[in-house]
């Protein structure tokens, strides 16, 4: 069974850095991408960055030159580091990963990680 769990969010004042984690459990399967999602209050979930297995590292306009996404195989990690933080950036943050599944694309989600953006 693929579990997925965030950690790393928590209050910054603008300008500021957090460094988002992820761990995988239970992948058995070839993965297609990996990347984190974010979503506000009111708003619908978007694609922050992603890695693609083989293939480009994808971000948000928004977040280009602020935010790095990696990861490290060999743990099962995955993190975000996200810099010069913005008052537009305050979200629950969550991970996710698309696997092959015999022979099918599956997507699996994390519970996310808050992210606060405050004075």
């Known amino acids: 069974q693929v579990r997925l769990v965030e950690s790393g969010g928590g209050l910054v004042q603008p300008g500021g850095s957090l460094r988002l984690s992820c761990v995988a459990a239970g992948m058995t399967f070839s993965i297609n991408d990996m990347g984190w999602y974010r979503q506000a209050p009111g708003k619908q979930r978007e694609l922050v960055a992603r890695?693609?297995?083989?293939?480009?590292?994808d971000y948000a306009d928004s977040v280009k030159g602020r935010f790095t996404i990696s990861r490290d195989n060999a743990k099962n990690m995955m993190y975000l580091q996200m810099n010069r933080l913005e008052p537009e950036d305050p979200a629950v943050y969550c991970c996710?990963?698309?696997?092959?599944?015999?022979?099918?694309?599956?997507?699996?989600w994390g519970q996310g990680t808050q992210v606060i953006v405050s004075s």
């Open positions: 890695i693609i297995t083989g293939g480009p590292t």
């Open positions: 996710s990963v698309a696997l092959w599944v015999k022979g099918s694309l599956r997507d699996y």
